[in-house]
């Protein structure tokens, strides 16, 4: 008996030495890094924290491999690219100009005279290097497709070359890219790239890049704020970098993963400043005091069916599933009206929509003429795919199963995993799946890949020589008049054909608390903190 | 005894090997790949297949899975748990930055649910049919009954939106003190600790009852002894004994952490980081977690064997 008594003593110790040993420090407040040459102290101005809600939990600062939203915006204030997009104009960051010759095949960035956080002046090596990295197998970089037809970059990937011939830098401060055939969407996909220090990573193998610690905590950065540390596995401590020609008033700046409906709370507390939060809660947040700005979405939420498996091959089929869904009643119903309908997938920059579009307004019985015509089989089962777990898509989703019922189109729920997701895109399985693929507010030729025949990004594996040949020829000038009616034709067989269903483009909403200043979505979120101030 | 231990420890061994492959290949079987998930088709720009390849290749993905099992657990006689598919760090290092969150939350929340299941449990025991025995065992019902969720959400709501007197959530505010960290605790160990607390209730109650029958409680209430004495040092002391299982239990879930709390309170700790391992099919760190879990829980039930064995001779036999 005693000596079970001294066991269970022995095991409450443990249990408390446990305790101790994992409080000797206040929980969620790791060491300070030591003397940083970036220091709050000697701040430009004004002071101050900002807590700052990523609605994903970050990975990585390598813009190699920054494949969620969350990591992007971390490496895009550490680092930054050489140029970004705000509403349908660019604006430099690390470049100061650019041209781009008339042929549209040669492109040249004057970079910015600054230095790194580290006083090493940034300079057209580091450009080089990071294109070359971006480029280079292996890699892996989910946006080495942006480099695609640079002069001598498949020589470079087969390894028959060191270099790209098509990347120089006549010196310090200029880089130039030549092209095999003239793109003008060529300078929006390579300029918003961001770039890294070569002194740094130049002698990392390519292969650890995506797991370098230095990419977990980067020590040196380029931004008005750099990476401090990790508060906690899922929150960073960013601080001004006095390097910096952008602005950097704020003594730090706290960026932290949490769940939507948590980081709402927590703007109604001040725990958080600034925040995206849904559409369906606007009301409330405005109710409970939090600043609500709108900015426009960057992408269509559509319906997209893998037409080469050839359920939905039937261009009637596809119209009438237009008309079968009442988009309206969703935008007014499920989005608290903040959003819009689109006629087209392609759906800017607004000059190259036409205003002869058929617009597709709910008409069921002209759905049910469109599916007889098409001789369409009401056995068939149509999945509506889709990755449950956000409010708006799960609701969207259970309207429409509803309304291609009642047309006549024998139409399921189909609930996917996001791990499940790439297999049954890979494996042409999806009837309807809802997804948004994001096109750029500037350029429309960026989004060429979505729409061309055989391309990876074709998600539908739709193709239309025709509107390949309209897409090609508006990419070979840079002249609004000449490219304006080549848009024209190609979203009207954009508009008639239906490639994907759009749904809506639906408004990115954004929460603020009072003492936020400067914060404008429209110009960008967390990467535009140059501008931001707290009182 | 010797022999005792040493078979107890050979089960223990070959019980972890067996759950080790299992896992292993369930994980693999599971529908979902992490590369190709990774390189999202909905959005690589480039050549995609080529990615894939380059990295399944890397990570000895295309191995037979025999194969990669073996790498695996050669690795870890070196101390290398692997590597975490989506950031690339050490799995090890991953679970060791997450552990003190959770050890410390669920520490203090396994104390509360002790302390409150303890005392509730004995008030019960000692009170047995009347108002108070019932109050408390449907207290106990109720708490069991709505899922914790409900009742974090419920405490966000009150205490932390509307009287604004705790924190919704996260682990410290950045620089912190201890002042914060105790508030930020509050809520979710407490509410762990309250629902925690149901079954310590319930074993509490039984086993004080039992206790409370015994010959040598009347031996001691007839030497004239006082009430608290009796109770305290005759009752509750023998009624403890059954303590070392019920907290050998716990131990594991000391570090396996609560998945539902952690995700509603955004505390940084080792549930949180399995689910998002789980959904993201990022095998090593399911692997090391699990691992881990698994390891604890053997040690934890060989600790509890040899206690019992210690206390009572004939299970030797």
């Known amino acids: 008996m005693s000596r079970a008594r001294s066991l269970a003593k022995i095991a409450g110790v443990a249990l408390i030495a446990a305790l101790t040993f994992a409080a000797c420090t206040p929980p969620g407040s790791s060491p300070e890094p030591g003397a940083s040459p970036t220091d709050a102290s000697s701040s430009t101005q004004a002071g101050g924290d900002l807590r700052y809600h990523l609605y994903q939990a970050p990975t990585t600062f390598s813009p190699f491999h920054a494949t969620n939203g969350a990591d992007g915006e971390i490496a895009g204030l550490h680092f930054r690219p050489l140029m970004v997009t705000q509403g349908e104009d660019y604006h430099g960051i690390l470049a100061k100009e650019w041209e781009v010759s008339d042929d549209l095949t040669t492109f040249t960035f004057t970079l910015q005279e600054t230095n790194w956080s580290d006083g090493t002046p940034f300079t057209s090596a580091d450009v080089l290097y990071t294109f070359e990295t971006f480029a280079a197998p292996a890699t892996a970089s989910g946006f080495s497709g942006r480099l695609g037809g640079v002069k001598g970059l498949t020589d470079f990937q087969e390894g028959k070359a060191d270099t790209i011939t098509g990347l120089t830098a006549p010196d310090d401060h200029t880089v130039v890219i030549e092209l095999d055939a003239p793109n003008v969407g060529f300078m929006t996909g390579l300029g918003t790239l961001i770039i890294v220090p070569k002194h740094i990573y130049g002698d990392i193998a390519i292969d650890q890049l995506q797991t370098t610690p230095e990419f977990r905590e980067p020590t040196v950065g380029i931004g008005p704020y750099i990476f401090s540390r990790w508060v906690t596995d899922d929150q960073i401590e960013f601080v001004p970098n006095e390097e910096s020609f952008e602005d950097h008033p704020l003594d730090h700046i706290y960026a932290q993963y949490l769940a939507g409906d948590v980081a709402r709370a927590q703007l109604e507390t001040g725990e958080i400043d600034i925040a995206q939060i849904a559409a369906a809660d606007v009301d409330a947040a405005k109710a409970a005091g939090i600043n609500v700005q709108a900015k426009e979405g960057i992408g269509v939420m559509s319906l997209f069916s893998a037409l080469d498996s050839g359920k939905l091959a039937d261009v009637k089929v596809r119209q009438a599933i237009m008309y079968a869904i009442d988009r309206q009643s969703i935008v007014d119903n499920v989005l608290g009206g903040n959003a819009k309908i689109a006629e087209t997938l392609l759906y800017q920059p607004s000059w190259t929509i036409p205003n002869d579009l058929t617009e597709y307004n709910y008409d069921p019985d002209k759905a049910k003429a469109l599916l007889a015509e098409a001789n369409w089989d009401e056995s068939v089962e149509v999945n509506l795919d889709i990755v449950p777990g956000q409010a708006d898509r799960d609701a969207v989703m259970e309207i429409i199963a509803g309304q291609l019922q009642a047309v006549g189109i024998n139409a399921k729920l189909h609930q996917v995993q996001p791990a499940e997701l790439t297999t049954l895109v890979e494996d042409r399985k999806f009837d309807l799946l809802i997804t948004i693929l994001s096109m750029s507010p500037v350029e429309p030729a960026l989004a060429n890949g979505r729409f061309m025949c055989g391309q990876s990004l074709n998600l539908a594996a739709y193709c239309n020589e025709e509107l390949d040949q309209l897409l090609k020829e508006a990419s070979e000038s840079a002249d609004q008049a000449v490219r304006e009616p080549l848009y024209h034709d190609a979203q009207r067989i954009i508009n008639r054909d239906v490639p994907a269903i759009p749904l809506y483009v639906s408004n990115q909403m954004w929460g603020s608390t009072d003492r936020v200043q400067g914060f404008d979505p429209t110009i960008g979120a967390l990467t535009s903190a140059q501008n931001w101030t707290v009182s | ?317």
């Not at chain 2, 037979?64 to 006689?77: C, H, K, N, S």
């Not at chain 2, 050998?248 to 949180?272: C, D, H, K, N, Y």
């Open chain 2, 1 to 317: 005894m010797v022999s005792f231990v040493l078979r107890r420890l050979a089960i223990s061994v070959v019980t972890l090997i067996g759950i080790s492959m299992a896992l292993f290949a369930l994980t693999r079987f599971i529908p979902g790949d992490p590369v190709s998930m990774y390189f999202n088709p909905l959005t690589f720009e480039g050549d995609r297949e080529a990615a894939v390849e380059a990295v399944r290749a890397r990570l000895g993905l295309n191995d037979p899975i025999p194969v990669q099992y073996i790498a695996w657990v050669r690795e870890i006689f070196n101390g290398n748990m692997g590597f975490s598919m989506i950031t690339g760090r050490p799995v090890t290092e991953l679970i060791a930055d997450r552990l003190p969150a959770t050890i410390y939350l669920m520490g203090v929340s396994t104390v509360i649910a002790i302390v409150l299941g303890i005392t509730g449990g004995i008030i019960a025991a000692l009170r047995k049919n009347t108002i108070v025995d019932y109050a408390t065992l449907l207290g106990a019902l109720g708490l069991v009954s709505v899922p914790s969720f409900f009742i974090a959400l419920l405490a966000i709501y009150i205490f932390g939106l509307k009287l604004g007197w705790l924190p919704t959530a996260g682990i410290n505010v950045p620089n912190g003190g201890w002042g914060d960290a105790i508030r930020h605790l509050i809520l979710p160990a407490g509410i762990m600790g309250i629902s925690g607390s149901v079954g310590y209730i319930r074993w509490a109650r039984s086993s004080m009852l039992d206790v409370l029958d015994q010959d040598y409680m009347v031996t001691a209430r007839s030497k004239g002894l006082s009430r608290p004495r009796v109770v305290l040092q005759h009752g509750l002391r023998n009624a403890l004994i059954p303590l070392v299982t019920i907290l050998s239990m716990s131990i594991p879930s000391l570090f396996g952490g609560s998945v539902v709390i952690e995700q509603l309170f955004a505390w940084p700790g080792t549930g949180r980081m399995a689910i998002d391992a789980i959904s993201n099919r990022d095998y090593p760190v399911v692997m090391g977690f699990v691992m881990i879990t698994t390891i604890l829980v053997l040690v934890c039930n060989l600790l509890a064997d040899i206690t019992y064995a210690l206390v009572d001779p004939r299970i030797r036999l």
